[in-house]
């Protein structure tokens, strides 16, 4: 996916740089620590152990440290770090089985399905991993796998969507991807941004799967929208205005 990278996403995370445009700290000031625990949790959650994971968070938040930068200065690391791995010579899908698991038992414990997410940016419709949309406070409506066409439709109506996002692992899914632009637009909702990633998705162009965008990564699906959607969004409802 073009636009900004993870390494560039990392620029706008406070990890003890002073802040630009002559906010930097008072001479002698001492910079905020980012505590130590989030290198452990990183290292954790590439071998997948779940139950340290946890416990790790658990000490970073009776420390006081923000959920948003556990996940940005822990989660999206480790995550990072599993995405260069995933080639041919060194994938293993045990290895990122037990990853994901410690994953989602961090972000469930972090973010509950029932609590409400502070200041949304926007509502995005999902049919994947939601993790890197919940970090950067995108509140997610997850469809789940193998779902119709018809119902990512009615989801991304009935919570006034910004974008909805897709992937597949093989190629059988290609034509239920390209069906659904031409779906949104039959309901008026030609301002749905369509992404699609996954093994399979991601081989194609965006025009050959007739969505806006293809991504690599999961973090690129976040650079796309931040780049594309925050002009046209209502804060007060996280979807479009109008």
């Known amino acids: 996916m073009s636009g900004r990278t993870c390494a560039a996403r990392d620029l706008h995370i406070n990890r003890g740089v002073p802040p630009p445009c002559g906010n930097s700290p008072a001479h002698g000031e001492r ?24 416990a790790i968070v658990a000490r970073l938040v009776s ?32 290895e990122i089985m037990l990853a994901g698991r410690a994953v989602m038992a961090v ?11 502070p200041d949304p940016r926007a509502s995005v419709v999902v049919a994947v991993l939601k993790v890197v949309l919940t970090s950067s406070r995108f509140r997610v409506v997850d469809c789940g796998r193998d779902v119709p066409v018809a119902a990512i439709v009615a989801a991304a109506a009935e919570s006034r969507a910004a974008a909805v996002c ?3 692992l093989i190629s059988s899914v290609v034509p239920q991807v390209q069906a659904l632009k031409p779906a949104l637009l039959r309901v008026g909702l030609e301002h749905v941004r369509v992404l699609a990633g996954g093994a399979a998705l991601k081989q194609c162009t965006a025009g050959t799967l007739n969505v806006d965008h293809v991504g690599q990564t999961a973090f690129d699906a976040v650079s796309y929208l931040d780049s594309c959607l925050d002009p046209c969004l209502d804060p007060t409802t996280g979807g479009l205005r109008g």
Do not use: H, W, Y
Request: proline share 3%; net charge negative; aromatic share 4%.
């Open 31 to 54: 910079k905020v620590k980012i505590p130590a625990d989030l290198d452990s949790l990183v290292q954790a959650l590439i071998a997948g152990e779940r139950e340290q994971s946890l």
């Open 166 to 168: 897709v992937s597949g």
């Open 63 to 94: 420390g006081g440290t923000r959920s948003f930068d556990i996940v940005t200065g822990g989660v999206e690391k480790a995550m990072a770090a599993l995405d260069r791995k995933c080639t041919a010579e060194q994938f293993n899908l045990l």
């Open 107 to 117: 972000i469930r414990e972090l973010f509950p399905e029932d609590a409400a997410l």
